[in-house]
């Protein structure tokens, strides 16, 4: 399995052509994120969305295996339950259009949510955030086009006085659905944002 062993703490680009050691890092940070980082604080992922990730996800998603949600969600548990810090206060799987969810008949970002928010004792806050337009599939984009395309997509609703949060989603790619989202709920006062999902793609 093309398990995530050495990434990038804030984006979880692939670094694992980087020794570490020498550059004495404890949170490694690539050079696109030095540039620019991303919106949220930090994302953590389980694998890299290389083979038999995609066919597994697809096993998911069009297949309906939820059993498949509960495994990954156990594992994202581990890994990010190793990190060594103060958990979030709460989950929020990334919310599908209620048409895109309907055809479906479930979210699997929500299905991994709940075996981590099993796992670890989370609460998840399940309809705070709402996808407002339904937007083309990300993965039929190019990079600039996917940014465009979720721009607005979402709307979210008052957070109460929560201060650190971490979005679920199940396999992050160029990060603008994330970033997006992360734009919205620090509007709503969030002022600590991590990504945590099972695959993040490798190249990007
Ligand atoms: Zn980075």
Redesign the pocket.
């Given at each position: 399995m093309p398990w995530v062993r050495q990434?990038?703490?804030?984006?979880?680009?692939n670094?694992e052509h980087l020794d570490l050691e020498y550059y004495q890092e404890t949170l490694p940070?690539?050079?696109?994120?030095?540039n620019s980082?991303?919106q949220y604080h930090s994302?953590a992922s389980v694998f890299y969305y290389q083979y038999p990730l995609p066919k597994l996800i697809h096993k998911l998603k069009f297949g309906r295996k939820l059993y498949l949600a509960k495994s990954f969600g156990y594992l994202l548990s581990k890994r990010v339950g190793d990190q060594n810090k103060p958990l979030p206060e709460a989950l929020i799987p990334m919310p599908l259009h209620y048409t895109r969810q309907r055809n479906r008949g479930f979210n699997q970002s929500m299905e991994i949510a709940r075996s981590v928010s099993q796992s670890l004792g989370i609460p998840i806050l399940s309809s705070v955030c709402q996808r407002v337009r339904a937007t083309q599939a990300q993965s039929t984009l190019k990079a600039k086009d996917r940014q465009k395309n979720v721009k607005n997509a979402f709307s979210v609703d008052h957070l109460n006085g929560l201060h650190h949060i971490a979005i679920i989603d199940d396999v992050v790619t160029t990060g603008s659905t994330v970033d997006e989202l992360s734009k919205r709920l620090y509007q709503q006062g969030v002022k600590i944002i991590e990504v945590w999902c099972i695959c993040r793609a490798s190249l990007t």
């Open positions: 990434s990038c703490f804030r984006c979880g680009r670094l940070l690539c050079g696109n994120c030095l980082a991303p994302l």
